[in-house]
């Protein structure tokens, strides 16, 4: 059984930084594509960031493209988030996902976690 637990969500001023991590436990996870996605209230799910499982190839949403940076760590289990530059709009539940696939869209991604808050003050 695969799970996914997020930390470092939290309250930030706009122009700040904040760091995400997702830590999955489980068979195979290191050979997973892992994604980040937010939802925030009265909106759909949707793509933020996603990584191979060897880190070689990473996708971006057009909204975060060279602001956010999606990194991972197979030693550790851990895939991250580093959110630069974070604007209102980036305020959500970010989850992180997992799957066999590396993929843009929800539906393509079996695991997920609970979620981490993310407020961003203006």
């Known amino acids: 059984q695969v799970q996914l637990v997020e930390s470092g969500g939290g309250l930030v001023q706009a122009g700040g930084s904040l760091s995400l991590s997702c830590v999955a436990s489980?068979?195979?996870?290191?050979?997973?594509?892992m994604g980040w996605f937010r939802q925030a209230p009265g909106k759909e799910r949707e793509f933020v960031a996603a990584?191979?499982?060897?880190?070689?190839?990473?996708l971006y949403a057009d909204s975060v493209r060279g602001r956010f940076t999606i990194s991972r760590d197979n030693a550790k289990n851990t895939m991250y988030l580093q959110m630069n530059a974070v604007k209102a709009e980036d305020t959500a539940v970010y989850y992180c996902?997992?799957?066999?696939?590396?993929?843009?869209?929800?539906?393509?991604?079996?695991?997920w976690g609970q979620g981490t808050q993310v407020t961003v003050s203006s």
């Open positions: 996902a997992g799957d066999w696939t590396l993929a843009t869209t929800p539906g393509e991604y079996q695991y």
């Open positions: 990584v191979s499982w060897s880190g070689a190839r990473t």
């Open positions: 489980g068979r195979f996870v290191s050979n997973y594509a």
